[in-house]
C-alpha cells in the first residue's frame, strides 16, 4: 500500500509560479515511479509529469513542457512539482499518483489513469488571468 497527500496548491495570478508536495509513505519511496495528473472543471484527469524511481529520467504533457518541472527527495519521501509561467488553463486539481504495477521498471509513455495505482485526494490550483 502506498498512501499520498499532496499540498501547495492555492490561487496564483497568470505568469506566477507555484511548488506542489506529494509526501508518500507505505511501501518504500524508492520502489515505485511518480506522476503528477490533473483535472480541469468538466474534464477528464490528465496526464502531467512522471518520473523514475531514481528521479534520472522524466517526462512531460506537451502543454506543459518546459514550464513545469517534476522532481522528487528520496530522502525525505516527497514528490514535487515546481510550475512556472501559469496560465489560466492550468486551473485544476493535481493529482499526485504512484506506480506499482510495472515493478521497478519506468514507463515515460505511462500516460493513462488505468496504468497508475495509488492517488492523493488533491489540490486546487487556481490560475487568474
Known amino acids: 500500500q502506498v498512501q499520498l497527500v499532496e499540498s501547495g496548491g492555492g490561487l496564483v495570478q497568470a505568469g506566477g509560479s507555484l511548488r506542489l508536495s506529494c509526501a508518500a509513505s507505505?511501501?518504500?519511496?524508492?520502489?515505485?515511479?511518480m506522476g503528477w495528473f490533473r483535472r480541469a472543471p468538466g474534464k477528464d484527469r490528465d496526464f502531467v509529469a512522471s518520473i523514475s524511481r531514481t528521479g534520472s529520467n522524466s517526462a512531460y504533457a506537451d502543454s506543459v513542457k518546459g514550464r513545469f518541472t517534476i522532481s522528487r527527495d528520496n530522502a525525505k519521501n516527497t514528490l514535487y512539482l515546481q510550475m512556472n509561467g501559469l496560465h489560466p488553463e492550468d486551473t485544476a486539481v493535481y493529482y499526485c499518483?504512484?506506480?506499482?504495477?510495472?515493478?521497478?521498471?519506468?514507463?515515460?509513455?505511462?500516460?493513462?489513469?488505468?496504468?497508475?495505482?495509488?492517488w492523493g485526494q488533491g489540490t486546487q490550483v487556481t490560475v487568474s488571468s
Open positions: 507505505g511501501r518504500a519511496f524508492t520502489m515505485y515511479s
Open positions: 499518483s504512484a506506480q506499482t504495477q510495472y515493478g521497478l521498471r519506468y514507463r515515460p509513455d505511462s500516460v493513462r489513469e488505468v496504468e497508475w495505482n495509488y
